[in-house]
């Protein structure tokens, strides 16, 4: 569509980098205009010089996080997320929203871990590759980032992420790869360096890999501010520098006319910008507003609802019953909806009151008080809280951290609640016994100390506007809780494999290699606190008659009955894990290569059925330079979290003499 033969040197050049914060040259009117915006949790368009520029964001929807996502275990959710922010950056004219972001939460301390979706790279990857199918699907471009190994944000412009080449074709760049299958327009490289080069300057990942080993064919896009020196990074085929840069142009003509790099280098990027922006212009057709405003609230609560976890209820203290409650915390009134950063969505959207809203929905007496105010102050009116407290027949009290906490840019210092929340929560069990406490984070939150001492949990996540409604239906039973949890709650930070390397300055070495998170727990048997995919339902299922049925060499259809035992609809996830048991190299103890998520009918089964491919048998050979099936014995593991395993069945691996190494 646009033929680069058009194009003066001068101009090519210039269509490597952006004219200011969101856009591309247009090489004076040759091109049309390709507007950029934030991001995952919903549209942050800032800076359009056509509605005045500057740094104030409209207002749009705010969705729940993707960590909400993560803990859904839903591609229809992530999908439904995608379509919906896309409505509106249809209706503000924003061509590519800038995510999905699949980095793999390494350490709970990563202060983005609110961004991304999972612990596991199959679980990040399927997720990401349905969110960007739901913003495509409207005709919006994407950018799949960070690539790669951007997993702390201390240092993050400089750290370099020194990992052996297993771990990161198994773990860190497994996501990317699957999540690539739809097609996004753009990969957003990462700020930091990988094995002592940068991201941007990297043509080891952006083209060996990414293009030529995963078929990537849009454009790469460097972070805001990643790129160092547009020529080093035009060799690595960085395509696009965003934002604009001042010296980009001139550091690229100097290199060209000192011959360090050729007009082959720069026609190489600067034709993939124009394919990109005529893919734009063909997208532009299939645009379409789907949702009206009341509509895409609705899709908010749903996710939200559909991606709270419920890791505690004793003796049924919930759905909560028809008595009174208190409720306590000021993030009842204004809840956590989002993480900080350039994620942040600027809502106008006011939350009810948590506590109306059981009031309404329970028609009981609902009592509240703040409790607290920010997290910066100490407790307030802490005697009446608990006498207030003791009066009633149910408490819930709502607790979290904010964006003062949890923020691009730094990671978190601790697990646990501040030490204000801990302090209420104690003093309200003391009088009570029926206290449920709902946390909003955004990412795993350490709750052994206090625990024991009330009744039930609910982890809320970041619920964007959709956060006091679904934690309403969920805690009055309108709704069954049907989120797990997409990465493992440790004990304290200390638990964590990879801690004792993580974000130690400069250089972020990943020893634990492929053995972190629950690979890591399980390997070296630590006890965690609430294990990867754990989360609880009002109702009850089991599980029966798994088989297995070989499909080919080294693939299978596995096939099970999920049975509900309550008198409700209600939605389960299952997950299917491999265990290699013959491999002569070291695995980890079993790792997830399925899911799926039910809705099943009141004392009724479904009958279950994913499928296992070659690859989900294999390992990273870095001999091979390839993925590699070891034929012999793998346990099939399906469970409802990954420490509760209820079937099993053996498979073998039978592939070809020819393939194997013995
Ligand atoms: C973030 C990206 C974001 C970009 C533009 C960067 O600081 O890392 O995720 O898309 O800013 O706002």
């Known amino acids: 569509m646009y033929d680069l033969k058009n194009f003066t040197l001068d101009e090519k050049i210039r269509l490597l980098t952006g004219i200011d914060a969101w856009r591309l040259y247009m090489a004076d009117g040759k091109l049309p205009e390709v507007f950029l915006s934030d991001g995952p949790h919903g549209l942050r368009r800032v800076g359009n010089p056509k509605e005045g520029g500057g740094d104030t964001t409209i207002f749009a929807t705010a969705m729940p996080n993707v960590v909400n996502l993560g803990n859904g275990w839903d591609e229809g959710l992530a999908r439904l997320s995608g379509s919906t922010i896309a409505d509106e950056c249809v209706m503000h004219g924003s061509d590519v929203l800038l995510a999905p972001g699949v980095n793999i939460k390494r350490s709970p301390l990563c202060g983005r871990n609110f961004e991304y979706f999972s612990e596991d790279p199959v679980l990040a990857g399927r997720l990401g590759k349905a969110f960007i199918e739901g913003v495509q699907s409207k005709?919006?471009?994407?950018?799949?980032?960070?690539?790669?190994?951007?997993?702390?944000?201390?240092?993050?412009?400089?750290?370099s992420s020194e990992i052996d080449e297993r771990t990161m074709r198994e773990i860190y760049l497994t996501p990317f790869e699957i999540a690539l299958q739809a097609k996004p327009t753009t990969v957003m490289c990462s700020y930091n360096k990988i094995n002592g080069i940068h991201a941007s300057e990297n043509r080891y990942l952006l083209k060996d890999i990414l293009r030529d080993t995963f078929g990537f064919e849009g454009i790469v896009i460097s972070d805001w501010g990643a790129c160092h020196n547009r020529f080093k990074s035009l060799k690595a085929t960085l395509?696009?520098?965003?934002?604009?840069?001042?010296?980009?142009?001139?550091?690229?003509?100097?290199?060209?006319?000192?011959?360090?790099?050729?007009?082959?280098?720069?026609?190489?990027?600067?034709?993939?910008?124009?394919?990109?922006?005529?893919?734009?212009?063909?997208?532009?057709?299939?645009?379409?507003?789907?949702?009206?405003?009341?509509?895409?609230?609705?899709?908010?609560?749903?996710?939200?609802?559909?991606?709270?976890?419920?890791?505690?209820?004793?003796?049924?203290?919930?759905?909560?019953k028809k008595r009174s409650i208190c409720v306590l915390g000021e993030l009842a009134k204004k809840p956590a909806i989002c993480g900080g950063g350039s994620s942040h969505v600027r809502t106008e959207y006011t939350q009810k009151h948590l506590a109306d809203l059981l009031k309404e929905t329970l028609e009981v007496e609902v009592d509240y008080e703040d409790a607290y105010h920010g997290h910066t102050c100490g407790l307030v009116g802490a005697r009446s809280s608990i006498e207030r407290a003791a009066k009633a027949d149910q408490v819930v009290l709502v607790v979290g951290e904010?964006?003062?906490?949890?923020?691009?840019?730094?990671?978190?210092?601790?697990?646990?609640?501040?030490?204000?929340?801990?302090?209420?929560?104690?003093?309200?069990?003391?009088?009570?016994?029926?206290?449920?406490?709902?946390?909003?984070?955004?990412?795993?939150?350490?709750?052994?100390?206090?625990?024991?001492?009330?009744?039930?949990?609910?982890?809320?996540?970041?619920?964007?506007?959709?956060?006091?409604?679904?934690?309403?239906?969920?805690?009055?039973?309108?709704?069954?809780?049907c989120g797990k949890l997409s990465e493992t709650f440790p004990f304290a930070a200390d638990d964590v494999v990879s801690n004792p390397n993580y974000a130690r300055g400069g250089i972020d070495r990943y020893e634990e290699g492929i053995l972190y998170g629950y690979r890591g727990a399980e390997y070296n048997e630590i006890p965690v606190l609430y294990p990867f995919g754990y989360g609880l339902s009002y109702a009850a299922f089991d599980y029966e008659n798994l088989t297995v049925e070989k499909t080919g060499d080294a693939s299978c259809t596995v096939s099970y009955d999920v049975i509900n035992r309550s008198d409700f609809p209600a939605k389960e996830i299952s997950e299917v894990y491999v265990r290699d048991i013959s491999c002569r190299v070291l695995?980890?103890?079993?790792?997830?290569?399925?899911?799926?998520?039910?809705?099943?009918?009141?004392?009724?089964?479904?009958?279950?059925?994913?499928?296992?491919?070659?690859?989900?048998?294999?390992?990273?050979?870095?001999?091979?330079?390839?993925?590699?099936?070891?034929?012999?014995?793998?346990?099939?593991?399906?469970?409802?979290?990954?420490?509760?395993?209820?079937?099993?069945?053996r498979f073998t691996a039978t592939l070809p003499e020819e393939k194997q190494f013995t």
């Not at 520098?241 to 026609?267: H, L």
């Not at 016994?433 to 982890?459: C, R």
């Not at 997830?592 to 070659?614: W, Y």
């Open 402 to 481: 904010d964006t003062s906490l949890v923020c691009e840019a730094m990671n978190r210092t601790a697990l646990r609640l501040l030490p204000k929340h801990e302090m209420l929560i104690e003093n309200v069990a003391r009088v009570n016994e029926n206290v449920i406490v709902v946390i909003e984070a955004g990412s795993a939150i350490d709750t052994s100390p206090w625990q024991h001492l009330v009744k039930g949990i609910l982890y809320a996540g970041y619920g964007g506007d959709g956060t006091n409604e679904a934690i309403c239906a969920l805690l009055c039973g309108k709704s069954v809780p």
């Open 139 to 159: 005709g919006v471009g994407t950018s799949l980032k960070h690539y790669a190994l951007n997993n702390s944000e201390n240092d993050r412009y400089s750290a």
């Open 239 to 320: 395509d696009l520098c965003m934002p604009e840069k001042g010296d980009a142009f001139d550091q690229v003509k100097e290199a060209y006319e000192k011959g360090w790099v050729s007009e082959e280098d720069i026609d190489y990027c600067a034709e993939n910008v124009l394919t990109f922006i005529a893919r734009l212009q063909e997208m532009k057709k299939i645009r379409k507003v789907e949702w009206t405003k009341e509509e895409r609230h609705e899709n908010t609560v749903k996710i939200a609802t559909e991606s709270m976890v419920l890791l505690k209820n004793d003796d049924g203290v919930l759905p909560l």
């Open 587 to 649: 695995r980890p103890e079993k790792e997830l290569k399925a899911f799926s998520k039910d809705l099943i009918p009141a004392n009724g089964k479904k009958r279950v059925s994913v499928t296992l491919t070659e690859r989900d048998f294999a390992y990273y050979s870095v001999n091979l330079k390839d993925w590699y099936v070891e034929n012999g014995a793998f346990d099939i593991l399906v469970g409802a979290s990954s420490d509760d395993i209820r079937l099993s069945a």
